[in-house]
């Protein structure tokens, strides 16, 4: 089935384009021919009954077909607004892309024994590549991964070398430029050598104020004994669509640990799979939203415990204020070899406002006997009691609130490990605390 | 320094009144307690005086330094210089008790037309106070009264009592809960604080904090009202023989 809409002809239009315009080694473009085809079967997802992964989430606005792939040289962007409105640090290995497309001159990567930091499209003849890329997210696993594959072009790749030890930050950067409806595609593949230490952290930032559609998918491929931590950071205009899908794929004691922040896009979704495919692996997905106005974060967060002795965590915070909207699925999976298990989910969400709403729903699915799980989840407003105490001391009612804002969400931004990480995404929470209150009510 | 006149309240959108016609008054520098049986509205009024939201106010008056506050946010009161010591401590999760007590007193000193402190000498009188009230420093590295013992929340609240210097503060059963040792630490820190210019109120429901707090004024309030007032042989009095006659007393009105 071909699709007929406005919207699939201009996917369609733009995916000969890229295909004429951008030619990439056999391998990639048959992983590029494979994804298209699985698109253009299934179409975007709709927000019908029935579809349980997608009923919360409305992407009918994505029908309207008007975001432009880009495939021109994007606009320059300024090393100085980078530094401005994205996590930046010299001390840290960058890779920028604009619009998309991998910039050389904004990146700023420090060579360090062994440790590949590429642009995927240049690394086509990389062994690693070829045997991790689009394994681990399938490109008939759902329309977004499949779109990104089928445009696949620049990206981010890092390979750590076994036994590496130096975890200074790896950052890959993608931003969209003002003044322009851009739809990109940006794909990440980390593979971390054996007994390897490593950081990475992905961040997406919206620069304008246009809406864009940015549909990235990441691959993380964690050796027996590697360890990585990650971040993934969000910071979006509110007219924005961003569907990203990561995929995690671990061996035996590898430790993987993610926070991700998110803030902005009109529709948001943050889709997470982790795959604990040996014994004494171990991971923590967590995670902090923040929404207001009328826009909707989505965190589906799902572990599956392939073997035993593993360990997985789930913790993620909402402030949700306006008629926003979020979802929190948080789904683990103890196959039945996975014995010892230990397995937790929390989801605590801070409702500003009575036009909000959240959907959570962490779910344990167990095939076997002898596991350690838990799982809870909270939706509530500020704490009078705790208002009147502050007010008692002096403090106003405004900034009481703001401070308990600040305390619900400092519970996941102090989980980041990387200080000029954390004070951004501290700047960032500190500007979005009077947005969220103008909204509450 | 507080007049309060013929006060009714009640919980919101609850008919009963709680308090019922309570007057008092409390000169600059007076120690003044009230005492009662359970449910008498001893910690009603102690939260009425700040303005807790709970409660609604029917008729009467309270004045502070001559000002009318009960059209006034907890918040306004406080910065006149009046201080709740609650007798449950709100938990204020991911807010340290440096943070929050540093936005108190930059409020306050705003308020005063001075300039807030700097960190450093926030940190500075904060650590000294910290160790005069013998809080474990520990303890002030957790969030606000989270997982704090009853003793801990107590001793939290003198701390903030001390660091805030009010004009008025109100101990509501502030020695419920408390050990001995505690108890003596929560006197010590009234009596150092005692001033011509400060004055307190004394909520609780025994004798016992009144063995190291000396108060000028004794009152006994049931059932809304203050039934007798008198000095410090009142509470003695209370504590041989019990409120009964006192409600009897109120019953028989």
Redesign the interface.
């Known amino acids: 089935m071909t699709l007929a809409t406005a919207r699939g002809e201009k996917y369609a239009a733009d995916f000969k384009a890229l295909t004429e315009s951008r030619p990439v080694a056999d391998w990639m473009a048959e992983l590029r021919q494979r994804g298209w085809d699985h698109f253009d079967s299934i179409g975007f997802p709709t927000a019908r009954r029935g579809n349980e992964l997608w009923k919360y989430t409305n992407l009918a606005a994505l029908d309207q077909g008007q975001f432009e792939f880009q495939l021109d040289e994007p606009d320059a962007v300024s090393a100085d607004v980078l530094r401005e409105r994205a996590p930046w640090s010299d001390d840290w290995s960058t890779l920028v892309f604009v619009d998309g497309g991998y910039s050389e001159a904004l990146s700023q990567v420090s060579a360090d024994d062994g440790v590949q930091v590429l642009n995927l499209a240049d690394a086509a003849n990389n062994e690693s590549l070829q045997k991790n890329l689009a394994k681990h997210a399938a490109t008939d696993e759902n329309a977004f991964s499949a779109l990104n594959t089928a445009f696949l072009a620049d990206g981010g790749f890092v390979q750590i070398p076994d036994n590496h030890e130096d975890a200074s930050p790896i950052h890959l950067l993608f931003v969209t430029t003002p003044g322009g409806f851009r739809a990109t595609y940006p794909r990440t593949l980390v593979v971390a050598g054996t007994n390897s230490r490593s950081t990475v952290i992905e961040s997406y930032i919206s620069l304008g104020d246009e809406g864009g559609f940015t549909a990235p998918v990441a691959e993380y491929v964690l050796n027996p004994g590697s360890g990585i931590d990650h971040y993934r950071v969000l910071v979006e205009n509110e007219a924005s669509f961003h569907i990203g899908n990561t995929r995690v794929y671990q061996l035996d004691n590898s430790t993987f640990t993610s926070t991700s922040f998110a803030l902005g896009p009109k529709i948001g979704r943050n889709d997470v799979h982790v795959l604990l495919d040996a014994p004494g692996a171990e991971c923590t997905i967590n995670g902090l939203y923040l929404t207001t106005n009328r826009q909707h974060m989505d965190n589906h967060i799902s572990t599956t415990h392939a073997k035993p002795h593993g360990t997985s965590h789930q913790f993620f915070k909402g402030v949700l204020s306006g008629n926003s909207r979020a979802v929190f699925s948080g789904r683990v999976l103890v196959e039945k070899d996975a014995q010892k298990t230990q397995a937790y989910q929390k989801d605590l969400n801070l409702i500003l406002s009575h036009g909000a709403e959240i959907d959570t729903k962490p779910s344990l699915e167990i095939y076997a006997d002898d596991v350690q799980c838990a799982h809870g989840a909270t939706a509530g407003h500020t704490d009078p009691e705790a208002l009147f105490y502050m007010q008692a001391r002096g403090i106003d009612e405004v900034t009481a609130q703001a401070m308990l804002m600040r305390g619900f969400a400092s519970e996941i931004v102090d989980m980041i490990c990387v200080d000029g990480l954390q004070d951004f995404v501290h700047g960032v929470v500190e500007e979005a605390i009077p947005r969220l209150q103008a909204a509450a009510d | 320094m507080l007049q309060v006149n013929d006060l009714h309240a009640s919980v919101v959108d609850a008919d009963e009144e709680i308090l019922k016609g309570l007057s008092l008054s409390i000169g600059a520098g007076e120690v003044h307690a009230i005492m009662g049986p359970n449910g008498s509205g001893k910690s009603t009024f102690a939260n009425v005086l ?4 709970d409660y609604v106010v029917n008729s009467g008056t309270v004045t502070f330094d001559d000002e009318d506050i009960l059209e006034m ?3 306004q ?3 006149r210089g009046m ?2 010591a ?1 007798q449950y ?7 340290r008790p440096w ?3 540093k ?2 007193l930059d ?2 000193r705003e ?1 005063a037309g001075e300039k807030a402190l700097s960190v450093r000498d926030f940190s500075k009188l904060f650590d000294d106070k910290v160790k005069e009230v013998g809080i474990d420093p520990d303890l002030v590295k957790r ?1 606000l009264n989270e997982g704090f013992s009853g003793g801990e929340k107590k001793r939290n609240e003198m701390l ?1 009592l001390e660091m ?1 210097e009010p004009r008025l503060a109100i101990l509501d059963e502030t020695d419920s809960g408390l050990d001995v040792d505690a108890l003596r630490i929560v006197a010590e820190g009234v009596n150092n604080l005692r001033s011509p210019d400060r004055s307190f109120l004394i909520v609780t429901h025994y004798q016992r904090l009144l063995n190291y707090i000396k108060p000028d004024v004794v009152h006994i309030l049931v059932d809304g009202r203050i039934v007798e007032s008198g000095g410090p042989d009142l509470a003695m009095s209370v504590e041989n023989h019990g409120y009964e006659q006192y409600i009897k007393a109120a019953v028989a009105d």
């Open positions: 700040l303005g807790r939201p946010f907890p918040e009161r406080a910065l201080f709740l609650f401590p709100a938990e204020i999760p991911g807010v943070q929050f007590l936005a108190a409020a306050r308020y969030s903030q805030l």
